[in-house]
Nanobody, 128 residues
């Protein structure tokens, strides 16, 4: 059974930075794709970042492009989301997601229904 556990959320001032971690129990190499999503209160789930296992390219949502960086440490079975220049509108619960089956295109990473494993989420609150 694969489990994803996020950590690193908290309260941060606008303009500040925060790094989220997602530890994958089991072999991260089994996961064909990894992604980060977020959901603000009363809002729909939003794609933040994602990457395919075999590719170096990372896909980002338009609202975070240039500010957030997704990375991974395969030795630690961990993916990260470094968030910089945080804004009020970044306040949300952030979720790590994984897909264990092949995916035809990185363009599909932005759709939450392509992922079959989800973490419990970690709250990020940006104070102005």
């Amino acid at each position: 059974q694969v489990q994803l556990v996020e950590s690193g959320g908290g309260l941060v001032q606008a303009g500040g930075s925060l790094r989220l971690s997602c530890v994958v129990s089991g072999d991260i190499f089994r996961m064909y794709a990894m992604g980060w999503f977020r959901q603000g209160q009363g809002k729909e789930r939003e794609f933040v970042a994602g990457r395919l296992r075999s590719a170096e390219s990372v896909y980002y949502g338009d609202s975070v492009k240039g500010r957030f960086i997704m990375s991974r440490d395969l030795a630690k079975n961990t993916v990260y989301l470094e968030m910089n220049r945080l804004k009020d509108e970044d306040t949300a619960a952030y979720y790590c997601a994984a897909r264990s089956a092949a995916l035809g295109s990185g363009d599909l990473l932005k759709y939450d229904d392509v992922y079959n494993y989800w973490g419990q989420g970690t709250q990020v609150t940006v104070a102005s």
